[in-house]
């Protein structure tokens, strides 16, 4: 299969300065999702907030409302971002989800003929939660019975980190956990032309700094991140490697997180 093009979508504009204060964490954080064309269907890495949470926006938890602050606009749902791109959202055929909180996973309802590939350990931690996960994932994200794929073998080595194939060679999940159970970064292979890989983190981290050397944090996002951690220093370690890979393949993988708009704005 071929990469044809990659587009870069924000899903869900949301703003912790609220709640947080502008000097200890950015004013908008965003939730980068990717549209891939493929010559055998469309994919969708993520889907941020879907015309459920425009709709329903009580569907969300109070708290996370009041600390996130998502726009919920129709225009910024992945399904009108893929009419926008003049492809119909029938024809995405596979959803690849870096985790299953609810600001990735909103707009699965709008794509009810996809598969959807996540990793086991991520769709066993969302629809059986421990009591301190119960909060970050909303059943009714996906009530409509998606065509789940569990991966779980352990695949190939790539670029340093354990990979595994969720479509064919150009789209693999790697295993990142620690924000959440299962949590995974997605390379997606660029089109010829442009050469190299991306790599969707997801939320590895926050702050695109945290992926540099040397790494910075906003202090109100590392304080948000180790709140949210399943797992804090197993997503330190990640982390970790997530750095070495992007400092020893600049220029052949571009490395970026779910939520910097630093990170959005450069595509
Ligand atoms: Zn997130």
Redesign the pocket.
Known sequence: MTVTAVHHLNCGTMSLVATIGERLAPRRIV?HCLLVERDAGLVLVDTGFGMGDVRNPKRLTPSSRMLLRPRLVEEETAVAQVRALGHDPADVTDVVLTHM?F??VGGLGDFPQATVHVYAAELDAATHPRLRERARYIEAMWAHGPRWRPLSEAGDDWNGLTSVTALDDDVLLLPLHGHTRGHCGVAVRRPAGEGGWLLHAG?CYFDAREAHEPPACAPGLALFQRMMATDHRKRIANLERVRELRSAHTGDVDVFC??AAADFDRF
Do not use: I, R
Request: net charge negative; glycine share 0%.
């Open positions: 939730a909180d600001d990735h939320d779910a939520h």
